[in-house]
């Protein structure tokens, strides 16, 4: 059974700094992407950041603020979020899949989801 557990999330202030985190198991962290999305109340889910094969890959809205990273023996993904803005309040999201480079943006193409964190930046 595939799980996706993440963590980390909190009640921060503009400017603060929070790290999440995501545990996965029951399928190969190696061998799939990592990708981090996030859903704002009436609004679409968007996508923030991916690893693939060492690779990261950014929205632009979090581009320069956020960095992704995994560690592959703890089978855990981590997404570094810097400078929050009240804008960046949403539901935070790990999924993972076997997802080719050009679709890594799209969340349809990602077969396994956590059950989200909840983060939320006051002004």
């Known amino acids: 059974q595939v799980q996706l557990v993440e963590s980390g999330g909190g009640l921060v202030q503009a400017g603060d700094s929070l790290r999440l985190s995501c545990v996965v198991s029951?399928?190969?962290?190696?061998?799939?992407?990592v990708g981090w999305f996030r859903q704002a109340p009436g609004k679409e889910r968007e996508f923030i950041a991916a690893?693939?094969?060492?690779?990261?890959y950014y929205g632009d809205s979090v581009k320069g603020r956020f960095t992704i990273s995994r560690d592959r023996p703890k089978a855990t993904s981590y997404l570094q979020m810097n400078s929050l803005k009240p804008e960046d309040t949403a539901v935070y999201y790990c999924?993972?899949?076997?997802?080719?480079?050009?679709?890594?943006?799209?969340?349809?193409?990602?077969?396994?989801w956590g059950q989200g964190t909840q983060v939320t930046v006051s002004a």
């Open positions: 999924a993972a899949g076997s997802v080719i480079t050009s679709q890594l943006r799209r969340s349809e193409s990602y077969n396994y």
């Open positions: 029951g399928l190969s962290f190696s061998a799939h992407v």
């Open positions: 690893i693939k094969s060492g690779n990261t």
